[in-house]
């Protein structure tokens, strides 16, 4: 979903509900940290702060979510949740969950739970998922944190449209692009999946919990203070260590984006939604306009062919962020963002005081020109050199993000 202004046309070679989805990242309460995906939501919040807020804390009872709730979950109450597996393991919800129709929808044991075809060894155990409250929402779904097996997860659930077949289908394929892609990936820097399966209803996705919150999150807290310069360098690495891995399997994220970048206990960054993500294949087909614009290469905004080198430049815009804890283009709307980048060559400004190898980095990674972007296995050298260089010579360093000036650069 566009930050402060309509959205730009639809995407090409894809369902027209497609371009409608693209915004469900966008989270309503704080307490998240596994993004919608590509489902539409509705903030809680002004939408033109962070796209998706991922925090520590959980929603409450008093979270002003809400259902829109389809036909077939409107029968009897039932506040027995099952695994899904079998009818005889039956257990009562929580208070909070009891008139939750996803929720309810997802442990109903009148219907058995599926998994993909081929990823059977992912199916979700419902016995062994205990669900919490819901933090978030969405036109299509709901986002709840609870435990699989003991260990704290959030877990994603989607509501199949009753009454539009062609949506159905479209958010179908995009629930099992996004666990096939999921069961692929196997890297430090990436969200570890947990599990997945479906019912008559809805679909479920879970992943690991990500307590630190996200990236923009902490940017968010610390606005107008001290970042601290090691931590930065560390955590941009994690980024590019976990996307040149996702780019050495051939796969695009193109969502790359700092509400997308979730903090763990170590404070160690790992990449999270990949319901954009698409197997790299360089035509006119592949779909624009699917990341947040304050983050898109230009080739993705004017519906030009693209490759891997669109999460080049949406890293060179979170390194800045990463610097100088501000929001990119944070005097513009996204829209106008998006203009200006395409129509003026505008990018964030680099401050005079950024280590010049950080500024290289940034200004090689967000060029006009894809071709000149360098790959993430060159990103990580660059990054590791620049750590060196802040341990052997500034190792007290910070970087005071405080700009008189608008941090733009037309």
């Not at 309810?104 to 155990?125: C, I, N, Q, R, V």
């Not at 989607?158 to 996004?178: G, I, V, W």
Request: some cysteine; overall charge neutral.
């Amino acid at each position: 979903m566009l930050e402060g202004g309509p959205k730009f046309p639809a995407f090409i070679g894809l369902s027209k509900y497609e371009n409608k989805y693209h915004g469900l990242s966008q989270i309503l309460a704080e307490g998240s940290n596994m993004s919608m995906g590509s489902y539409e939501s509705k903030p809680m919040r002004s939408a033109e702060e962070s796209v998706a807020t991922y925090v520590s804390s959980v929603g409450s009872n008093s979270s002003h979510t809400h259902m829109l709730y389809h036909e077939a979950l409107r029968g009897p109450s039932n506040e027995n949740f099952t695994d899904g597996h079998s009818g005889n393991n039956r257990g009562r919800t929580k208070n909070a969950l009891s008139d939750d129709a996803l929720a309810s929808a997802l442990m109903d044991s009148s219907y058995p739970t599926k998994g993909l075809t081929d990823f059977d060894e992912w199916t979700l155990d419902l016995r062994m998922l205990k669900m919490g409250p819901p933090f978030a929402q969405g036109a299509f779904g709901k986002l709840y944190r609870g435990t699989y097996i003991g260990e704290d997860v959030a877990i994603k659930i989607l509501e199949r449209p009753e009454n539009d077949p062609e949506k159905a289908k479209s958010m179908e394929q995009q629930f099992q692009q996004e666990v096939m892609m999921l069961a692929r990936l196997n890297h430090p820097n990436i969200v570890r999946f947990i599990g997945a399966c479906w019912k008559p209803t809805v679909w479920c996705i879970v992943t690991e919990y990500a307590k630190g919150g996200s990236i923009r999150q902490f940017l968010n807290k610390r606005q107008n203070g001290d970042v601290p310069l090691r931590l930065a360098i560390k955590q941009a690495l994690d980024v590019a260590r976990g996307m040149a891995y996702i780019h050495g399997l051939s796969l695009i994220h193109r969502d790359l984006k700092s509400d997308n970048l979730l903090i763990f206990g170590d404070k160690s960054i790992k990449i999270a939604d990949f319901g954009f993500a698409r197997i790299e294949v360089k035509t006119e087909g592949m779909t624009p306009e699917t990341g947040t614009y304050r983050w898109m290469a230009p080739e993705m905004i004017q519906h030009r062919p693209y490759t891997q080198k669109v999460d080049v430049y949406s890293f060179g815009i979170v390194l800045w962020e990463l610097v100088t804890g501000m929001l990119p283009f944070h005097n513009m709307t996204a829209v106008q963002a998006a203009f200006a980048v395409v129509n003026k060559g505008a990018r964030p400004i680099i401050p005079n005081d950024c280590l010049p190898v950080l500024g290289v980095i940034m200004s090689r990674c967000w060029d006009a020109n894809p071709e000149l972007r360098p790959p993430f296995a060159e990103v990580v050298k660059m990054l590791e050199y620049a750590e060196t260089e802040i341990m052997t010579t500034i190792r007290k360093a910070r970087f005071r993000c405080c700009v008189a000036v608008p941090m733009t650069l037309d």
